[in-house]
């Protein structure tokens, strides 16, 4: 495929705040027309950055597309997934549908049955740490912006198996208000959220322990528990996780750096900043990379932060992302 000058590609969701970024970014995209963007709530209205207007999902016609991108709620988008892949479609879902392995987990953290279970497990498109798995597949499962921020943050300690299997580890994490998405709720109006700061869901309660648990363990079957809880941060967009881990015995904090510069240095989207700075939100916000820094506390206590753009890399930058390595195209095309 990557010798054709253009694959074809729609969008469903694409009037959500995670579908006009994706549609953003495969706008311009040197590989890609953009057919299709459909959203049932905003059908015949104009599709920012494109000449298309959005039209309806039962109206779609997915003869002669090569791709579709679902950001659609989890449920729906297992249902249009299957559609797609029948129609012979590369497929990279956005939702939560696809990333469990098992019909079982899925239920386990999602409360009902899953849509289509033949379907799992679908490749998790996590780039930096599955990118083997991802070249040339058919179907993606993108991962989700806390699991996205958590495991990256993570990656290199779980590859060498450096943490301490007893011992908790514990992720403070913060989200702008757009991860919750575009439809209104009460928590999430200005007034509610303008100078409040609050969790929800905390310890183990949030679905995405899960999923990052999960993809954890396969890193490290001897990994610790995962202790999480999200905070709904005051600001449109960025997602910050503060992760506090314990080293094994023999291994030493101040090894960890160059641990981090081995797995990140050709890693074109992913930053390990310098020993003197911390990430913040303002390092990521509107790029499609994360940026990473290292706290050592004691010999064997690290404080790690993890940032992305949670509408960019921790979804529609990662998924386009996914998508060219699905087709051979150079990975950081249209993302840089």
């Known amino acids: 495929m990557a010798e054709q000058t253009k694959i074809r590609v729609g969008v469903y969701g694409a009037s959500g705040y995670a579908g006009l ?16 963007a459909a959203s049932n709530t905003f059908a015949g209205q104009t599709v920012p950055h494109t000449d298309l207007r959005y039209v309806k999902m039962d ?17 729906v988008s297992a249902e249009m ?13 956005l ?7 098992t019909p079982e987990s899925y239920r386990e953290w999602y409360s009902h049955a899953h849509p289509h279970p033949e379907l799992l497990p679908v490749p ?52 702008g208000v757009s991860g919750a998405g575009r439809e209104p709720k009460p928590t999430t109006h200005f007034v509610e959220v303008f100078g409040n700061l609050s969790p929800y869901n905390p310890g183990r309660s949030h679905r995405h322990v899960g999923e990052i648990e999960q993809e954890m363990h396969k890193l490290d079957p001897n ?32 090894d960890v750096r160059a641990l981090y510069e081995a797995a990140y240095d050709q890693e074109p989207l992913v930053q390990l900043l310098a020993a003197s700075e911390q990430a913040t939100l303002k390092h990521v916000v509107r790029t499609n990379g994360a940026a990473i820094s290292l706290t050592l506390v004691t010999r064997h206590l690290l404080h790690i932060t993890s940032v992305t753009d949670n509408l960019r890399k921790g979804a529609s930058g990662q998924a386009v992302q996914c998508l060219n390595l699905m087709f051979g195209f150079p990975e950081t095309t249209a993302l840089l």
Not at 95 to 101: G, K, V, Y
Request: contains cysteine.
């Open 21 to 36: 970024d994706l549609v953003e970014i495969l706008a311009k995209h040197g590989h890609v027309e953009l057919v299709f």
């Open 95 to 101: 939702s939560a549908d696809l990333r469990m392995d």
């Open 124 to 175: 998790y498109g996590l780039p930096e740490i599955n990118r083997a798995h991802l070249v040339g597949k058919r179907m993606i499962a993108a991962p989700g912006c806390y699991p996205t921020t958590t495991l990256l943050g993570l990656y290199p300690l779980l590859k060498a198996r450096w943490l301490l299997p007893e011992r908790p580890v514990i992720v403070d994490a913060k989200s």
């Open 81 to 93: 997934a299957a559609k797609a892949q029948v129609a012979g479609c590369a497929v990279i879902d």
């Open 223 to 254: 990994v610790g528990m995962l202790v999480f809880t999200p905070h709904l941060l005051p600001v449109d967009r960025g997602l910050m996780a503060s992760i506090y881990v314990e080293l094994k015995p023999e291994y030493d904090s101040r």
């Open 59 to 75: 109206d779609v016609t997915l003869e002669g597309v090569d791709a579709v991108f679902l950001a659609l709620p989890h449920g």
